[in-house]
């Protein structure tokens, strides 16, 4: 008990500190970053996009409970023109193997310790009292279903008022060392799925020990079933997924995308085409027969048209990354079917905004704003400089300190449920079946 | 009267008993199924890293010596003339020379997938600025698989196997004490330590076939399917998986020993499996974490583009190609002036260089930190086997960190000589010639073999802890009696 | 052929043996009665080697019963009180199992001639122990003890839980071992069975053998009579 909760604080701990080194580190590169951007020299607008630049994701409050996947993709991102960029700099590049072994965060000591700790409490409840003979004598004062329900609720009981102040804690002290946005209505749900979790742990506990007599059995079945739950099954709900809907290589993401710029995305409308269309129309709708007479910068409105193309392209090709992805979580969410954990993961995570949507909406919001940077610089080309001015023009000094950094915002919990609907459908199911098979068994207390 | 049944043959008795229970083979073959999957999973994983260095780098090559071909291009015609220029001029020769440099798996990378989903296995290697490109290029990480971790052998054998063992010899003793067979038993003449020992050899050795089977099955596809016949790295990966369920044999062996009942020894065994296999290396991650820092801002800035318009100032560029005399010696006497026709993208090319070198520090003190954290964790072995074993599995593999940063420091030497060959074009202000693209070099690969000296150290630690683990059993054997 | 000289065990300060000496000869059956915590079980607990005895001798066939040694084990047999053996084994496997764990390897036609004599009715022996009823099992135990060949047999309650027409059975087997001239030694807390099966009869109380007489000397009723006195 002692050493259960020792274990939950310094996760809370390492948690809070990791939370806090990450909002310094961010803080201190933003700056830096920041710095370097209006230090540039004053060169021709589209290089300085070139420069790049980063978007970064604010902090969260609950990023202290579950740092979900942020732990693996980071929370920043740099953009440059003409491309799209990753995830650059995962977690993984720079931490040990033993990040495999799992995230040591207070969602980890609820999700994967906490219902170990139910199945030492309960794998004896009722079995043992009739190993012990003192269940006839408690049968004979109250029925079998009353027993099972006054079991499960002490347990319940127990370990929810641990959790409780567990997160309430882990909430404060959050606030107080790392701040952040703070979404109290995601602070509740994160209670009432963990609060489930719990009980669902609790019933399986007591149902094993009304179903199965003998005590060594039904302790070893327990254990079995905790390692299914949250060892076994979301490592093979992960692998099934990716060899299922695999993910593109890098290699094949960029051929494909080279492949369709330089052909067009049909394959029949090549890049050359494209521009040669671009400029008839041109002409045609300002009247003139050369681009030299247009009221802009030609170069400047062919470099914005080829980046808006590119963009549509690399919008394909993430999607399909996206959509694998997502295909991939969806197996998993059917897998919690089997793993009441895997449920709990990944609502936590939602509600924590540190799940996949919220990874890719990251991706996706930074791309918006990697478009608007570079437009706003090529558009600054095509407005204000000549046609064959390249090598020669350079960007008003004011133009660096008009582009902001991006900071990403985190989304509340109606953005976030209508993700993760099948789990909460699972934890439900879950929830409910078992009480269902505790009262079925709750009829007659007979071991078979 | 009789003499005392011999040992190898209570062993057979209890291999009689033990394929006598229908459960037994059935967690036989869940466990075996498992680890055929895990194979699955490397040779699914090693078989795409190498479907797609092929492709690339047939590719990349295919591109240069294409390029190449536009030195004998008939000029007269438009496109002859387009491919001549292309690779005469120094700009576009620049730009278009991309080099592939790639790490294909080695034969132990079929077994452990380790950190190999995270770090890039090849790149495009031009004269730029190499931590320019190296910061660049990625790999798609899939973070739900990082979250969830590799189904492979490696997982097979730190996790699961010890889950076998377990299930197979938690109650030896506790279940014959329980339902009163242990008096019958001890009184055919068999003591607990024999009748432990012997159920344990019997478990161990049933282990022992399945991760044989697995193995050589492993070996056997790496040969058909990749012609890479068996590294001194696969028998060191061997070796180290037996110890590693050694040592959970003797933990079995003691917890046995100890003579516990059989829900204490369930609860023993499970809550230790959960205190190695989870606690402690998730304990030492966050230890380690906090106490080596790894910040990749430092180094994440480096991707971007060093250009603008201090490339045009001629005062600049004789700075820079000036300095670059000094850090390489075979340009100080560069020809290239500010009326020559690239002094421009030379001085790029030199400031590039210039950058690299100062970078150098930078980077290698980040991987250092980065190498540090698995060393650690690797030598943890103590207090942390299941990583530790995991890690150095990952290491032997060639899928860790270190081996990644010796990927690199190699294509660092290999962008060298990239620059060597084109440079001297570059500096000495001349065209580029066939003879240069001659010069360009091929990336080697490193040797599948490469074993760390630590490994082994840490090996023999596994192995005084295992013999401390049976010392002890031992004396819990001797100090009891047979009741 | 079984010897106890001045036998003592102490337990934490708990005296569970009190000097206690008894002789056992070949063909004789020795019953020894008493109530829960009399010492019945710790006296078989030091012949079988289980535990050590505090002081005196366990002798069997001359030789000193030591703990953990193996030297005498193969001198005698015993029959628990709860014969569990292996649920998923037939009787004939178990049998086979068990006398190669004390070093015999017996043919087929030899097992089944042992369970046969043990009483076990052919059309048993090849099914699942777990089938089997207590006396069933009980005759497997027997047969082990047969099969390993042993001087002395030890049987701890053999006869708690049987219907009256195993005990019967079991009575009869007793008899015969008696007759091929082996020494058994029992453990019980039936007064009937004893007088019925046992050559010689011993009551103990608090760790001490209080009374020792031949079967020929008292009836049942006389026997209950004392045991109740004496306890």
């Not at chain 1, 002490?154 to 952040?180: H, K, N, P, R």
């Not at chain 2, 990749?226 to 050694?246: K, M, V």
Request: neutral net charge; proline residues 3%.
């Amino acid at each position: 008990m002692i050493a259960f909760l020792i274990f939950g604080i310094i996760a809370l701990w390492h948690q809070e500190d990791y939370q806090e080194s990450v909002s310094a580190v961010r803080t201190n590169a933003q700056e830096a970053s920041r710095a370097e951007w209006l230090a540039q020299e004053l060169k021709h607008p589209h290089m300085a996009a070139h420069f790049g630049n980063y978007a970064y994701k604010k902090p969260f409050v609950l990023h202290c409970f579950d740092p979900g996947l942020s732990i693996y993709t980071g929370t920043s991102v740099y953009m440059e023109p003409h491309r799209q960029n990753e995830f650059l700099f995962s977690k993984g590049q720079e931490s040990d193997t033993g990040i495999r072994f799992g995230w040591l965060s207070p969602a980890m000591v609820c999700q994967v310790i906490l219902p170990l700790f139910i199945i030492l409490l309960s794998f004896n409840a009722i079995n043992g009292e009739m190993k012990r003979g003192t269940l006839p004598l408690l049968l004979s004062q109250v029925s079998f279903r009353r027993i099972l329900l006054a079991k499960t609720l002490a347990i319940f009981l127990l370990l929810e008022s641990f959790l409780t102040v567990y997160l309430i804690v882990t909430i404060l002290a959050a606030l107080i060392s790392v701040g952040g946005g703070f979404d109290f209505s995601a602070a509740f749900y994160v209670w009432v799925i963990y609060s489930m979790y719990c009980l669902c742990w609790s019933m399986i506990g007591i149902f094993i020990s009304a179903k199965i007599e003998n005590i060594g059995s039904s302790i070893s079945a327990l254990l079995l079933i905790w390692m299914f739950s949250t060892i076994l099954m979301p490592r093979i709900s992960a692998n099934v997924a990716e060899n299922v809907f695999g993910l593109a290589t890098n290699y094949e993401f960029k051929k494909h995308v080279a492949d369709d710029i330089e052909k067009g995305l049909d394959g029949h409308d090549s890049r050359s085409d494209r521009a040669q269309r671009v400029e008839k129309e041109l002409l045609a709708q300002y009247k003139v027969d050369s681009v030299t007479k247009l009221p802009f910068n030609f170069e400047g409105y062919i470099m914005q048209q080829s980046e808006e193309y590119s963009s549509k392209v690399y919008d394909v090709h993430f999607n399909t990354i996206f959509q694998a992805l997502q295909k991939q979580k969806a197996v998993q969410s059917w897998f919690s079917f089997l793993s009441p954990y895997i449920a709990v993961r990944n609502l936590s995570m939602a509600a924590s905004n540190a799940s996949l949507e919220s990874e890719i909406d990251f991706q996706q919001q930074a791309e918006q704003y990697r478009r608007g940077f570079v437009q706003d610089m090529n558009n600054d080309m095509m407005n204000n400089s000549a046609y064959g001015t390249f090598d020669t023009y350079r960007v008003k000094s004011d133009k660096y300190s008009a582009i902001q950094d991006l900071q990403i915002e985190n989304h509340g919990l109606s953005w976030s449920l209508p993700h993760v609907l099948i789990e909460n459908g699972m934890l439900l199911l879950w929830t409910v079946g078992l009480s269902l098979a505790l009262m079925t068994i709750g009829r007659k207390p007979v071991y078979n | 009267m009789r003499d005392q049944i011999l040992f190898s043959k209570l062993v057979k008795m209890q291999y009689w008993l033990f394929v006598k229970q229908k459960t037994h083979w059935l967690l036989l073959f869940v466990f075996f199924v498992t680890g055929l999957y895990g194979l699955y999973q490397g040779f699914a994983f090693k078989g795409k890293q190498i479907a797609t260095i092929n492709a690339f780098r047939d590719e990349k090559v295919g591109a240069i010596n294409e390029m190449v071909k536009g030195f004998h291009a008939d000029t007269t015609t438009v496109a002859g003339k387009e491919a001549y220029q292309k690779v005469t001029t120094l700009i576009l020769a620049n730009w278009y020379t991309i080099l592939p440099a790639y790490k294909i798996p080695n034969t132990t990378a079929l077994f452990a997938i380790g950190q190999g989903d995270v770090f890039p296995y090849y790149y495009t290697v031009k004269l730029e600025s190499f931590f320019m490109q190296l910061f660049k290029q990625n790999e798609i990480t899939n973070p739900l698989r990082a979250l969830a971790g590799h189904f492979d052998v490696s997982f097979w054998v730190v996790l699961l196997l010890p889950l076998f063992i377990i299930v197979l010899s938690f109650n030896i003793l506790s279940s014959e004490l329980d339902n009163g067979n242990w008096r019958l038993i001890n009184s055919q003449g068999v003591s607990q330590k024999r009748w432990v020992t012997s159920k344990i050899v019997l478990v161990a050795s049933v282990t022992g076939v399945l991760l044989i089977v697995v193995w050589l099955s492993g070996l056997v596809i790496n040969y058909v399917s990749f012609s890479q016949p068996p590294t001194l790295n696969d028998f060191i990966f061997f070796t180290g998986a037996t110890i590693y369920l050694t040592l959970w044999m003797s933990v079995l062996f003691l917890i046995n020993a100890l003579s516990l009942n059989t829900s204490a020894s369930a609860l023993y065994s499970g809550v230790l499996w959960v205190l190695i296999c989870i606690v402690s290396p998730a304990l030492t991650t966050a230890i380690i974490e906090k106490t080596v820092a790894v910040d990749n801002t430092v180094v994440s800035r480096m991707s971007r583009r060093p250009q603008g318009s201090k490339f045009e100032d001629d005062a600049f560029g004789i700075k820079t190609i000036r300095q670059i005399g000094v850090l390489r010696p075979q340009y100080r006497h560069a020809t290239v002036t500010p009326k020559s026709k690239g002094f421009s993208f030379t001085v790029y090319c030199a400031y590039h260089e210039l950058l690299d070198d100062s970078n150098k520090v930078v980077v290698r003190q980040y991987f250092d930190n980065i190498e540090k954290r698995q060393r650690l964790t690797n030598a943890s072995g103590f207090i942390n086997p299941a990583a530790a074993m995991d890690g150095i599995f990952a290491g032997l593999a060639h899928n860790d960190a270190e081996a990644n940063h010796r990927f690199i420091w190699g294509m660092m030497d290999f962008h060298q000589a990239f620059h060597d060959a084109l440079f001297p074009a570059i500096f000495f202000d001349r065209k580029l010639s066939e003879s240069d693209f001659k010069k360009l070099p091929v990336q080697k690969q490193a040797s599948f073999q490469h074993v760390p000296v630590w490994v082994l150290i840490h090996l023999m630690s596994f192995i005084v802890i295992i013999l401390l683990l049976f010392r002890w059993a031992n004396t819990k054997f001797k100090n009891r009696l047979n009741v | 052929m079984l010897k106890a000289i001045n036998l003592t065990k102490n337990y934490n300060g708990h005296v569970a043996l009190n000097g206690v000496s008894f002789e056992v000869n070949r063909g004789e059956v020795f019953c020894l009665l008493g109530q829960n915590g009399a010492g019945k079980t710790t006296t078989i607990n030091i012949f079988l080697g289980f535990i050590e005895a505090s002081g005196g001798n366990a002798l069997i066939n001359d030789v000193e019963v030591k703990a953990n040694d193996t030297e005498t084990k193969g001198m005698i047999a015993y029959i628990p009180e709860v014969v569990q053996l292996y649920g998923n084994l037939s009787g004939i496997e178990n049998l086979d199992f068990f006398s190669r764990l004390a070093g015999f390897s017996y043919r087929q036609d030899e097992l089944i001639a042992f369970l046969s004599k043990a009483g076990l009715q052919e059309e048993a022996h090849a099914k699942r122990l777990s089938t089997y009823s207590k006396g069933m099992r009980q005759k497997v135990g027997i047969a082990i003890a047969l099969s390993k060949n042993a001087d002395v047999i030890f049987m701890d309650e053999p006869t708690s839980g049987l219907d009256p027409k195993a005990t019967a059975e079991f009575t009869a087997i007793c008899k015969q071992l008696a007759r091929d001239g082996k020494s058994i030694f029992m453990a019980t807390h039936d007064i009937f069975n004893a007088v019925n099966v046992g050559t010689r009869i011993g009551i103990m109380k608090s760790g001490k053998l209080v009374h020792e007489m031949n079967t020929s000397q008292v009836n049942a009723n006389e026997l209950q009579q004392l045991y109740l006195e004496t306890i």
